[in-house]
């Protein structure tokens, strides 16, 4: 029952983050104060929030055992998606994104959540 509330909250701050970001992008010019941080946040909150329905069912559908030690794991895993996205697009404004810079930020977030589970596991 937790999942489904929080797979409903989670599509609803999908879409008004999408809005946001359509309403940010059409009326808001990035030279005004707080314009790219606005941006960035509501760039995470739309990226994790959409991604947390397919990220509960994958969890659910592969790693029963791993929803039932972590019930919670799959919005961390829709987070992790989000600061990814996000940091591809702060590279992109920077003109330093490229194929490797992807590579690289995706092995640090799954070196990341690979340490978290291990330190979860010895617990």
């Known amino acids: 029952m937790r999942g489904k509330v ?3 909250l989670a599509i609803l701050a999908a879409g008004v983050g999408w809005w946001g970001l359509y309403e940010l992008t059409g009326a808001i ?3 005004q104060p707080g314009a790219l941080s606005f941006f960035y946040a509501l760039l995470f909150l739309s990226v994790t ?3 947390i329905p397919p990220a509960a069912y994958l969890n659910r559908r592969f790693g029963p055992a ?3 030690r972590d019930p919670a794991g799959f919005v961390r895993h829709s987070a992790w998606g989000g600061m990814c996205v996000a940091s591809w697009i702060w ?3 920077h003109r330093a994104f490229n194929l ?3 590579l690289i930020t995706v092995l ?3 070196a990341i959540e690979v340490l978290i ?3 979860r596991s010895d617990a």
């Open 66 to 68: 791993a929803s039932v």
């Open 49 to 51: 929030a959409t991604l």
């Open 100 to 102: 490797g810079f992807a």
């Open 117 to 119: 589970a291990r330190l």
């Open 108 to 110: 640090i977030f799954i």
């Open 91 to 93: 590279l992109q404004m």
């Open 29 to 31: 010019t990035p030279e």
């Open 6 to 8: 929080i797979t409903i």
